[in-house]
Structures are given as structure tokens and as C-alpha cells.
């Protein structure tokens, strides 16, 4: 159940930002050039994080004895992963059909990801 309703959640989190954030932006807004990095560096982050998790979630269970990662690390992978999520919204990106399909693509393997990583860790 988890792995359908992360995923979802991820979807409608990022799609329904960039519709919110579309209806209140004026026109002609463009994103900083300073904004050009963040992305890269929260997709690692993410990345970083999720494979942490779900490593240490796999190796728990062939274990015979468990080590669990503080439940920090999960708190700040769900955060890295919302602002992820977040940035095309807040960077400006063009509210058309094509871009909320493709931002609503790229929310479900992060979603699915962290279902994973929640799913391995408990």
C-alpha cells in the first residue's frame, strides 16, 4: 500500500505546487541564474540519502544483527526530497501540460524511492 500512496502523494505535491505557484506568479518572471546548482545538489542529496537507507535497510535483514540509521536521516531525506519536488515550482517553470506531465514523471520514482527506503527501514 505504501509503494502506490508515497507516489502519488509525491505526484500530487509536485504537480499541485507548479499549478498554485503558476496561478500566483506574475508573467514574464524568470528564475535567478543563482538557482541553476540547486537542483543538482538536492537531487544528490536525495540520492545520497535514499541509497543510505535503503542499503542499510536491505543488509538489515540479512543480518542477525540490525543496525537502523537515526530516524534523522529519513526526516531530512523526506525534506531534501519535498524541495526536490518543490523547485521546479518555485524556479519558474512554464505551466503547460507537457511540464506537468514531466514533473509528475519524475515524482513518482522519488516517491516510489522513498516508500522503499521507509518500507526497508521498518
Do not use: K
Not at 27 to 49: I, R, Y
Not at 51 to 63: P, Y
Not at 72 to 94: M, N, Q, R
Amino acid at each position: 500500500m505504501i509503494f502506490v500512496v508515497v507516489p502519488v502523494l509525491a505526484v500530487v505535491f509536485s504537480v499541485g505546487l507548479l499549478v498554485a505557484v503558476a496561478r500566483l506568479r506574475p508573467d514574464g518572471m524568470t528564475p535567478h541564474a543563482a538557482l541553476a546548482p540547486v537542483p543538482n545538489v538536492l537531487a544528490s542529496v536525495v540520492v545520497l540519502l535514499s541509497s543510505f537507507e535503503v542499503v542499510t535497510g536491505w543488509a538489515n535483514r540479512a543480518s542477525s544483527h540490525p543496525l537502523h540509521p537515526p530516524a534523522v536521516v529519513f526526516v531530512l531525506d523526506v525534506l531534501a526530497a519535498a524541495c526536490l519536488l518543490a523547485y521546479p515550482a518555485v524556479a519558474g517553470l512554464p505551466y503547460t501540460w507537457r511540464n506537468r506531465i514531466l514533473v509528475g514523471m519524475f515524482a513518482l520514482p522519488v516517491g516510489a524511492v522513498l516508500a522503499l527506503a521507509w518500507d526497508l527501514q521498518r
